[in-house]
C-alpha cells in the first residue's frame, strides 16, 4: 500500500546507528544517505527513511502513530527488540511476544526510537 514512510529526527546520526542496528536484525541493508541528509533503508516492499524536518522546525514522535516493520519470524522480532534497545531505543509497551486479538495470533515488538517515534517489528505466524 505504501511506496514509502519518513519520519523526523533532530540527531539524525544518532537515528541512522539505531535503524542500521534494528532494521539490520530483520535483514534490511545499512541506511544510505540523500543529498538532502536523510537515510533510506529499502527493500522490495518499501523504502523507510529519517531525517531532520524539512520546514527547520524540531522533529517530533507522532503521538498515536505508529510505524511497523515486516519479520520473517519471531527470532526475528526478538532480535529488532534487542538490537533496538542496545542502539539506544527504548522497549515500550509489552515485552517482546505473541499476543493474540481480532486479526490473530502476532509476534510483536514495540519500541521508542532515539527521536521518540513509536515503531514495532510484527511477525504473523503460520
Same mark, same amino acid.
Given at each position: 500500500m505504501f511506496t514509502h514512510v519518513i519520519l523526523g529526527a533532530d540527531d539524525v546520526e544518532a537515528s541512522r546507528r539505531?535503524?542500521? !542496528? !534494528? $532494521? %539490520? !536484525? $530483520? %535483514?534490511?541493508?545499512?541506511g544510505q544517505a540523500d543529498p538532502l541528509g536523510r537515510y533510506w533503508w529499502r527493500t522490495p516492499r518499501g523504502s523507510f527513511g529519517v531525517g531532520k524536518p524539512l520546514d527547520g522546525g524540531p522533529a517530533c514522535g507522532a503521538n498515536g502513530g505508529t510505524i511497523g516493520f515486516h519479520a520473517k519470524s519471531a527470532e526475528a522480532v526478538q532480535a529488532f527488540h534487542d538490537a533496538g534497545v542496545a542502539a539506544g531505543g527504548a522497549s515500550i509497551e509489552d515485552p517482546p511476544g505473541e499476543r493474540k486479538g481480532p486479526f490473530g495470533t502476532l509476534i510483536l515488538a514495540y519500541l521508542r526510537d532515539p527521536a521518540g517515534n513509536k515503531i514495532c517489528a510484527m511477525h504473523r505466524p503460520g
Open positions: 539505531f535503524y542500521d !542496528a !534494528a $532494521l %539490520g !536484525a $530483520l %535483514g534490511v541493508e545499512p
